[in-house]
């Protein structure tokens, strides 16, 4: 596309610093030309660094969660003893690269300033799973909360949500689905989103941002979400196209933020604006300076701490502990 904004002339000098380091880690690590194999190991390989270091958990626990699917991995990150609220968080990635393992600093942060336990759902990438079974996976895994929270000394009546990304995607995705399909949205707190897609494909940022330096060129995401959406797409993306759905009913509190330089954060302000509209607590954070996924490099990056900080500020402003 045409007309695109020199962002490397725009971000901040520690983002400069953030990108030389990703180029020294794993040169061409987002570059979705390469086989599905090779870029899913060029991104565990490139996180890896930043996930160094960090707060440390009083305990992490894995188990698997039956689907519908079959058994998909969960890890809870504690910060601390007793029975804790809880923040199902889903990882980024274009649905298609990324695990629990590649946004554990990320998890281990959240749970450290948020006070609650985090529990990280490894939801099956794609192509292997096709649009909605992401999504499905991660209800299950909220109703399997629901029934295990003696077992697992947490406190169900208090469930949020978080996501970057791709994953900022899934977890809007599955309150819609508990609202719509389950009719079960009992015990829910918030939302936290950070540099999300929710919908929109075209728009400003989508038009003037975006490129080799955040892996969203218009080809990247057309991969991502032709891998997402498969060779015959749903004809029911509701929890996919999360603002095309009526969201004043019940929609929860939500802090998003957005990364100033990224093509998807018009997504984020429009979201913002709808809630707004509809009388719903919402927090927007656009972060100047950075770009895409940069949640991930609080070691270079003063931003992401800020950011994470934020979330919890807001967290805790609108979740009330039992």
Not at 119 to 144: K, N, R
Not at 221 to 237: H, M, N, R, S, V
Not at 269 to 296: Q, Y
């Amino acid at each position: 596309m045409p007309n695109k904004i020199n962002v490397p002339a725009l971000w901040s000098a520690q983002t400069g610093a953030v990108v030389a380091k990703q180029q020294e880690l794993a040169a061409g690590a987002f570059d979705t030309n390469q086989s599905l194999e090779a870029l899913r190991s060029a991104y565990e390989t490139e996180r890896a660094f930043w996930n160094e270091g960090g707060p440390q958990m009083h305990a992490q626990q894995t188990y698997t969660v039956d689907t519908k699917y079959g058994q998909v991995p969960v890890t809870v990150f504690r910060p601390e003893e007793g029975v804790l609220p809880v923040i199902v968080f889903a990882h980024g990635g274009g649905f298609t690269v990324g695990s629990v393992n590649t946004h554990n600093r990320i998890t281990r942060t959240l749970a450290a300033l948020t006070g609650a336990a985090v529990v990280s759902v490894d939801y099956t990438l794609s192509p292997e799973a096709h649009y909605p079974q992401p999504v499905e996976e991660i209800v299950a895994v909220v109703q399997d909360l629901r029934l295990r929270a003696d077992e697992l000394h947490l406190d169900t009546s208090s469930i949020s949500f978080a996501g970057d990304s791709g994953g900022a995607n899934l977890v809007a995705g599955t309150y819609l689905h508990l609202r719509e399909v389950e009719k079960d949205v009992s015990g829910l707190g918030v939302n936290l989103f950070f540099y999300g897609y929710f919908g929109l494909d075209d728009s400003i940022s989508a038009r003037l941002l975006g490129g080799e330096w955040d892996g969203l060129t218009e080809a990247d995401i057309d991969y991502y979400w032709g891998q997402y959406l498969g060779a015959q797409p749903a004809a029911d993306q509701r929890f996919f196209k999360i603002v095309d759905n009526e969201l004043k009913e019940g929609f929860l509190p939500s802090f998003i933020a957005a990364a100033d330089l990224d093509p998807l954060r018009d997504n984020s302000e429009l979201l913002s604006r709808i809630l707004t509209n509809a009388g719903i607590a919402n927090e927007f954070l656009p972060v100047e300076g950075v770009i895409h996924g940069f949640l991930h490099n609080s070691r270079l990056l003063d931003a992401a701490g800020d950011t994470m900080e934020a979330a919890a500020k807001f967290y805790k402003k609108h979740v009330i502990h039992n």
